[in-house]
């Protein structure tokens, strides 16, 4: 299992990050605060604060592809 902080900061990004997501088998947590949503769903993720970085929690051993893929998004 790996963390990230990622953020989201407009709609094309979220469309992107789902598309991304959606390729991925393993399954895929964002989290903000005490809410917990599946990283593959849209609606799931406009239900997130967006304002600032999400958690993006991959439960499988495999993610560096996962993780170069999304690169553009992740918080430093």
Do not use: C, W
């Amino acid at each position: 299992m790996k963390s990230v902080k990622i953020q989201l900061s407009t709609i094309r990004d979220v469309q992107n990050f789902v598309g991304i997501a959606t390729a991925y088998d393993g399954d895929i947590d964002l989290s903000s605060g005490r809410y917990v949503v599946d990283a593959k769903s849209i609606i799931g993720i406009f239900s997130l604060d967006l304002l600032s970085p999400i958690t993006l929690t991959i439960h499988s051993g495999n993610a560096d592809g996962l993780l170069e893929a999304i690169k553009p998004y992740i918080a430093e």
